[in-house]
């Protein structure tokens, strides 16, 4: 029984790991009992391009802590893992690779292309499901699954091939956002906006019949493709302006000045040139107006042949560069002023993404975004905390005909014959808390486990993947996908700095684990999560989690040494007696407290003042002066119960301490859960 040394992660971990893999208990198949109730929840799958960073093992604390609890609690539980495709990511990473042999991918043509994929991911596509072991996740492994399997891809055509019958998905030319790069669109959700420093050109434009208006724009290279001036109706200073006619320098065609409520009167001059291919705001004003759209930028990020001959074949940068040149020629430049924006880039590969016309496969968004708001307005699913809804719905109320299609070699192949793109990986990700339980097929699991209790995500993902996923769910499967949606805390550093592995300021959760254990950062980070939005990372709570561990193994060896393996019952004798017991009574309930209302952090910070101050300093030591028996089984009685209640937060240390007890059943992972008496 007696329990060896100073607690060791390293000699501990591989082997409890181990214990609970051969036990199978991460199965619910498996589970001891009776067990009528399921509680279920689907991991997010992660890129299989990713690496554990502080975020996944935030979450991973998150969902293992709510899996682990309703386990001992007699639930029929499933934590469902798996990886992403991650079309975009995955082939650029593979692309990288390529371009360090001196290759393309168009040297390889896309069939050997999508071998190498193939070879890469097999390689390489679950380190991070590996590094979520070493966290100790308890996750069904045999249910692993890959959004490119073959039951996935099943799925994913079943679910196209129904919008597509109910007439909810429409090939069309829209302006959409395109990487020059990847060679293929975006939606709005997969932007990253850095801001730059620039210019703001002030530029004359000489109307037809005498003088000019001067017009403000960031972008003077697209003014070869205007087809009009714009000007706010409520804007006075421009009201005998309006339906007159201004020729378009370099250009040397004539276009209207009209009027539009959406241009900002505060901007630049109050007058703005449109140019209806390469900007969303003048692409609506254009349909509005019927106005003419001319492609001056091509998928390449170069000037189409639509301009006049100077500038055709440029890239947009050269472009730029000449055309300031020449209007300053023609006297036609005001002024240029300082200027700094937020300019689009790919979420990849960091491109400045353009905004050009595509042919593009769409999805009709009206009917599923009013059911998605529909479910959270009537309360079948719930956000906390409860101020994300505001996200959520802001999005849904002004979304727009989702773009699907990509112009990838990687990813899930659009099933009509005549286009050979592939669905953007958020449309196969929308389908994850069925497609993953063996949908459209009619399965178990899907019976058994849908739907789901708790999604736990990171708030930038609220509109990519939750709001879809949930009118995905009700479309499907006539109910959505899970009851809660927790968003938790983004990890920042300490200065409250976004974590970035390129500027150095990561943290890797492995090397954390290698020097302080995965309880001790398993402790810490539970320790530190509040409702706020942001989390400071401190290493100083890891540290903290380390000692209690140490206090814990410390406090156990001492009670182990003093109990005989024999369990008796035990009465209240002495004031600490009652003290205690009415104690663990407290800490029960309020732990079932917090973690039904996800106060992860506050359900660490109380079970850490509980061991260690009202057991350890009070208890364990007046226990001291009262070495009886009945003393030593309430240590043990009330060591059990610590056991138990800590195990969802620190798994390993408290197992392995669970196997020294005399009154042990077959494994801590599935004990019964305490109930205050």
């Known amino acids: 029984m007696e329990l060896q040394g100073d607690y060791e992660p390293k000699k501990v971990e591989e082997s409890i790991y181990k214990l609970w893999l051969e036990a199978g208990f991460f199965n619910p198949d498996n589970l001891p009992g009776k067990r009528t109730k399921s509680y279920s929840i689907v991991l997010p799958p992660p890129n299989v391009t990713g690496e554990l960073h502080m975020g996944h093992a935030l979450n991973a604390v998150i969902q293992d802590i709510l899996i682990r609890q309703k386990r001992m609690q007699g639930f029929k539980t499933l934590w469902l893992p798996g990886t992403d495709h991650a079309g975009i990511a995955t082939q650029n990473v593979v692309e990288k690779k390529l371009r360090k042999e001196g290759k393309t991918r168009f040297d390889l043509g896309k069939d050997k292309f999508i071998e190498e994929v193939w070879e890469w991911k097999e390689k390489y596509g679950n380190i991070i499901l590996e590094q979520l072991k070493r966290m100790g996740a308890s996750c069904d492994w045999s249910r692993t699954r890959f959004t490119m399997d073959d039951q996935y891809a099943k799925a994913v055509e079943t679910a196209f091939l129904h919008y597509h019958k109910k007439g909810w998905i429409y090939q069309g030319k829209r302006v959409?956002?395109?990487?020059?790069?990847?060679?293929?669109?975006?939606?709005?959700?997969?932007?990253?906006?850095?801001?730059?420093?620039?210019?703001?050109?002030?530029?004359?434009?000489?109307?037809?019949?005498?003088?000019?208006?001067?017009?403000?724009?960031?972008?003077?290279?697209?003014?070869?493709?205007?087809?009009?001036?714009?000007?706010?109706?409520?804007?006075?200073?421009?009201?005998?302006?309006i339906g007159?006619?201004?020729?378009?320098?370099?250009?040397?065609?004539?276009?209207?000045?009209?009027?539009?409520?959406?241009?900002?009167?505060?901007?630049?001059?109050?007058?703005?040139k449109v140019t209806p291919a390469h900007d969303l705001t003048d692409y609506e004003i254009s349909q509005k107006n019927g106005l003419k759209i001319i492609e001056a930028i091509d998928e390449r990020g170069m000037m189409t042949k639509n301009v006049?001959?100077?500038?055709?074949?440029?890239?947009?940068?050269?472009?730029?560069?000449?055309?300031?040149?020449?209007?300053?020629?023609?006297?036609?430049?005001?002024?240029?002023?300082?200027?700094?924006?937020?300019?689009?880039?790919?979420?990849?590969?960091?491109t400045t993404v353009e905004l050009i016309p595509s042919l593009q496969w769409f999805l009709r968004m009206d009917i599923l975004a009013k059911?998605?708001?529909?479910?959270?307005?009537?309360?079948?699913?719930?956000?906390?905390?409860?101020?994300?809804?505001?996200?959520?719905?802001?999005?849904?109320?002004?979304?727009?005909?989702?773009?699907?299609?990509?112009?990838?070699?990687?990813?899930?192949?659009?099933?009509?014959?005549?286009?050979?793109?592939?669905?953007?990986?958020?449309f196969s990700a929308a389908l994850w808390p069925f497609a993953a339980m063996g949908w459209p097929d009619k399965t178990k699991d899907l019976n058994a486990f849908y739907p789901g209790n708790v999604l736990s995500t990171d708030r930038g993902i609220i509109n990519l993947w939750v709001a879809r996923m949930i009118f995905s769910g009700l479309e499907f499967m006539k109910k959505p996908p899970f009851q809660n949606v927790y968003i938790h805390a983004t990890v920042m550093t300490k200065e409250g700095k976004r974590m970035s592995k390129s500027l150095g300021t990561g943290i890797d959760p492995i090397g954390l684990i290698d020097k302080y254990g995965a309880d001790a950062v398993r402790f810490g980070i539970a320790y530190q999560i509040t409702e706020g939005q942001d989390m400071k990372f401190i290493e100083d709570n890891i540290i903290m989690g380390k000692k209690f561990c140490n206090k814990l193994w410390n406090a156990s060896k001492f009670v182990l040494m003093r109990i005989n393996e024999k369990q008796a019952s035990y009465k209240i004798k002495?004031?600490?007696?009652?003290?205690?017991?009415?104690?663990?009574?407290?800490?029960?309930?309020?732990?079932?407290?917090?973690?039904?209302?996800?106060?992860?952090?506050?359900?660490?910070?109380?079970?850490?003042?509980?061991?260690?101050?009202?057991?350890c300093d009070k208890y364990i030591e007046s226990s001291k002066n009262q070495p009886d028996e009945n003393t030593k089984q309430i240590l043990l009685h009330v060591l059990t119960s610590s056991l138990k209640l800590l195990h969802p937060f620190i798994p390993f240390i408290t197992e392995e301490i669970y196997q020294k007890l005399p009154n042990k059943k077959t494994c801590l992972i599935v004990e019964n859960w305490p109930r205050p008496k």
């Open 176 to 241: 959409v956002n395109w990487c020059t790069r990847c060679l293929t669109s975006l939606s709005d959700l997969e932007l990253e906006y850095k801001e730059e420093k620039s210019y703001l050109w002030y530029l004359r434009y000489p109307l037809k019949k005498g003088g000019h208006i001067i017009v403000a724009t960031t972008r003077p290279e697209t003014m070869l493709g205007d087809t009009a001036v714009a000007v706010n109706p409520k804007d006075k200073r421009y009201k005998n302006f």
């Open 244 to 272: 007159k006619k201004v020729i378009l320098p370099l250009v040397n065609q004539e276009i209207p000045i009209i009027a539009d409520i959406l241009i900002d009167k505060n901007f630049g001059t109050g007058a703005v």
């Open 574 to 615: 002495t004031a600490a007696d009652k003290k205690i017991l009415a104690d663990l009574n407290k800490i029960i309930k309020s732990v079932d407290k917090d973690l039904g209302a996800f106060r992860f952090g506050k359900a660490a910070h109380n079970l850490y003042d509980f061991f260690w101050h009202d057991f």
């Open 308 to 350: 006049p001959l100077p500038y055709q074949n440029l890239k947009v940068h050269e472009a730029r560069d000449k055309v300031v040149e020449d209007l300053k020629k023609l006297n036609l430049l005001e002024k240029i002023e300082d200027y700094s924006h937020q300019v689009p880039k790919c979420y990849r590969c960091q």
């Open 371 to 426: 059911e998605a708001i529909k479910a959270v307005k009537s309360g079948q699913v719930k956000f906390v905390p409860k101020r994300w809804e505001k996200v959520y719905f802001d999005w849904l109320k002004n979304v727009k005909d989702w773009c699907i299609s990509r112009q990838l070699w990687w990813g899930h192949k659009i099933p009509l014959k005549e286009t050979n793109d592939v669905l953007d990986t958020w």
